[in-house]
């Protein structure tokens, strides 16, 4: 059965770091653009970062760049998200997907299968 797992959220002071992995089986990670989106309470789900199946090609959405990094190695069927100088409001829960573009897309709809998700607390 194809399945997403993500791991690695927490509870963080503004200015640290969290490391969330994104784990498949059932299925190879290295067919697919691989997205990062996180949903706050009361918001609608935000595409944050997203990576290209074999030439490592990023894209983020603005309120991340230069904080949030994504990587992926396709040998351990692992998406790895690297957040720094987190903010309290990078506060939600952070879901990976496959999708079913073969763009770099922060697009919902372009993405199918979804992980359950990992709560990532921002608070001092």
């Known amino acids: 059965q194809a399945q997403l797992v993500e791991s690695g959220g927490g509870l963080v002071q503004p200015g640290g770091s969290l490391r969330l992995s994104c784990v498949a089986s059932?299925?190879?990670?290295?067919?697919?653009?691989i997205g990062w989106f996180r949903q706050a309470p009361g918001k609608e789900r935000e595409g944050v970062s997203c990576?290209?199946?074999?030439?490592?090609?990023?894209y983020h959405t603005d309120s991340v760049k230069g904080r949030f990094t994504i990587s992926r190695d396709n040998a351990k069927n692992t998406v790895t998200l690297q957040m720094n100088s987190l903010k309290p409001e990078d506060t939600g829960v952070y879901y990976c997907a496959t999708a079913r573009v073969s763009w770099l897309s922060l697009a919902s709809a372009d993405y199918t299968n979804w992980g359950q998700g990992t709560q990532v607390t921002v608070s001092s």
């Open positions: 059932g299925f190879s990670l290295g067919y697919f653009v």
């Open positions: 990576i290209s199946t074999q030439n490592g090609r990023t």
